[in-house]
C-alpha cells in the first residue's frame, strides 16, 4: 500500500506544482493582429515588460489589480515579456508564477524590435515598461510610457470600458 500511496502522492504534488506553470507564447505582427480581432468589443491593455525592467517589476501589482477589477467588464490584458537569452522563459514563467498570474502571457517574437515598436505606436522609442490601451473599436486610446500605478490604469480602463 506504502509503496503505491508514494508514487500518487508526488504525482499530485508535481500536478498541483505544474498548474502554476504559465503558458508563455511567442507574438509577432499576426499573433497581436489575431489577438485585437478576437477581442473586438473590449478594450485591451498590452503591456510590455520584462523581468530585469525593475519599473517593471515594481508596477506589475498594480496592473494585475487592474486586471482583477475589469476583468469581467469587457477588458483583457495583454502581457507581452521583453526577456531574451537563453533561459528566458524559465526566468519569465517562474517571475509569472510568484505574482499567481492565470492567464496566457506572450514573448515577443517579431524579428527586429523596430518591427514591435513600429507595430504598436511609430511615437513609441522603445523604453519600458510600455502599456498601450485600446478602445472597443480598436482604436489607441492612450500611451504609458514608463512605470505607472493603479490609479492611472484604472482612470483610463474605467473611462474606456464604460464608454458605449
Known sequence: MI??????VLLVTFISKSGLSQ????ADKQVLDSIKEANRGKV???NFWATWCRPCVEEFPDLLEVNQKYKDTGFVMIL???????????KTKAFLAKNNVDFITYFNNFGKDEDLINY????????????????????????FIGKQNFKSFD??????????
Request: charged letters at 30%.
Open 3 to 8: 509503496k503505491f500511496l508514494l508514487p500518487l
Open 23 to 26: 503558458d508563455l507564447l511567442p
Open 44 to 46: 485591451i491593455l498590452f
Open 80 to 90: 507581452v515579456s521583453l526577456d531574451f537569452g537563453k533561459k528566458f522563459e524559465d
Open 120 to 143: 504598436m505606436d511609430k511615437e513609441w522609442e522603445g523604453s519600458i515598461p510600455a502599456t498601450f490601451i485600446f478602445d472597443k473599436k480598436g482604436i489607441l486610446r492612450n500611451t
Open 155 to 164: 482612470k483610463t480602463v474605467g473611462k474606456l470600458v464604460n464608454r458605449n
